[in-house]
């Protein structure tokens, strides 16, 4: 896994708080540092990826590079069988808004 990646990990019941932290984590570590980041869920924790990029998307901090679904196949613990569970990967790279451009990339 790279140093810019995020997986995130469904949690049943998620309290709305933890989906602000996450998202004050990405913006102040990840978009900050990096100036992209890379965000994947499988499953029930699709909703938490679209909702943190469609944030910073709104807020004018990041753009949607690459957003790609696909399906993976697992094994349930319990019965033994082979399940498909959806997976979402996004890469979303900052806004240089007064930033210095050079080429494609923001310098700070």
């Given at each position: 896994m790279e140093k810019n990646q995020?997986?995130?990990?469904?949690?049943?019941?998620?309290?709305p708080f933890k989906y602000m932290d996450l998202l004050i984590y990405v913006k102040?570590?990840?978009?900050?540092?990096?100036?992209?980041?890379k965000l994947s869920?499988?499953?029930m924790a699709i909703p938490t990826v679209v909702l943190i990029s469609e944030i910073l998307k709104e807020d004018g901090l990041a753009t949607q590079k690459l957003i790609a679904i696909s399906?993976?196949?697992?094994?349930?613990?319990?019965?033994?069988?082979h399940i498909q569970?959806?997976?979402?990967?996004?890469?979303?790279?900052?806004?240089?808004?007064?930033?210095?451009k050079l080429g494609k990339d923001c310098i700070i």
């Open positions: 995020i997986s995130v990990v469904g949690v049943p019941d998620a309290i102040e570590e990840y978009i900050k540092r990096y100036n992209n980041v869920a499988l499953g399906t993976v196949q697992m094994n349930d613990k319990f019965t033994s069988r569970k959806a997976k979402v990967y996004a890469r979303l790279t900052q806004i240089c808004s007064t930033k210095l």
